[in-house]
């Protein structure tokens, strides 16, 4: 069953812009995963952060974890044309495996 | 560096016939799992394992199987091949405490069951 859902559902934006996109979930989390898709490929891990974390940064991505809102972001500063893939954030609820939303895809425009 | 294959990225089968998907870590990882991935649906978990001969069902393990006969290759069944399998398959694997570490994925087998 899915836990994580992220919005929005697709994104466009220019080059050099920052791109923003969220994730909701359901139930208490160990950690939460930020994951990227580029097309036709497999899942490729960005980070991960920790339920007693609120921010973390790799990058040019930043994530934010609100726990009490049951709430990410993932924040990707002055994109660029190779950041074009899918966003998928995996929460990790108290048993043994990582819950995937069904993605944001982020479309960056030269 | 870290690496997951599969052993096929695209494959056309047959309703009816039996499929292999194979996956290969090379990272002595003890967890591997097996996804399908459909538009709008994200990743649905399909079977994992945790060790060699072990496994446990995922949210979807209808009309499929697994093996785990060596830790570092986990196989994926359709037992009878339908086209509602027709999808992306994705395999990846992760050290232990349970599924909630980072998995690394395989690059996806794209199954079309005609």
């Known amino acids: 069953s899915q836990q994580g859902e992220e919005d929005p559902q697709a994104l466009s934006i220019q080059e050099g812009e920052n791109a923003t996109m969220n994730c909701s979930y359901k139930?208490?989390?160990?950690?939460l995963q930020w994951y990227r898709q580029n097309s036709g490929r497999g899942l490729v891990h960005l980070i991960l952060?920790?339920?007693?974390?609120r921010e973390k940064h790799s990058g040019r991505l930043r994530v934010t974890l609100d726990t009490s809102k049951k709430s990410s972001s993932l924040l990707i500063t002055a994109s660029r044309a190779a950041d074009t893939a899918s966003y998928f954030c995996?929460?990790?609820?108290?048993?043994?495996?990582?819950?995937f939303g069904a993605g944001t895809t982020v479309t960056v425009r030269a | 560096d870290v690496k997951v294959t599969q052993s096929s990225r695209y494959l056309v089968k047959r309703t009816g016939e039996k499929v292999f998907l194979e996956c290969v870590q090379d990272?002595?990882?003890?967890?591997m799992f097996w996804y399908r991935q459909d538009p709008g649906l994200g990743l649905r978990l399909i079977y994992f394992?945790?060790?060699?001969?072990?496994?446990e069902k995922g949210d979807i393990p209808e009309g499929y199987s697994v093996s785990r006969e060596k830790k570092e290759r986990f196989s994926l069944i359709l037992e009878s091949a339908s086209t509602n399998q027709t999808s992306m398959y994705l395999c990846?694997?992760?050290?232990?405490?349970?599924?909630?570490?980072?998995?690394?994925f395989g690059p996806g087998t794209r199954l079309l069951v005609l």
């Open positions: 990846a694997s992760s050290l232990p405490s349970g599924g909630q570490e980072t998995q690394y």
């Open positions: 139930t208490s989390i160990n950690n």
């Open positions: 952060i920790r339920s007693n974390e």
């Open positions: 995996a929460t990790a609820p108290n048993d043994y495996k990582l819950s």
């Open positions: 990272m002595d990882h003890e967890n």
């Open positions: 394992s945790y060790d060699v001969k072990m496994k």
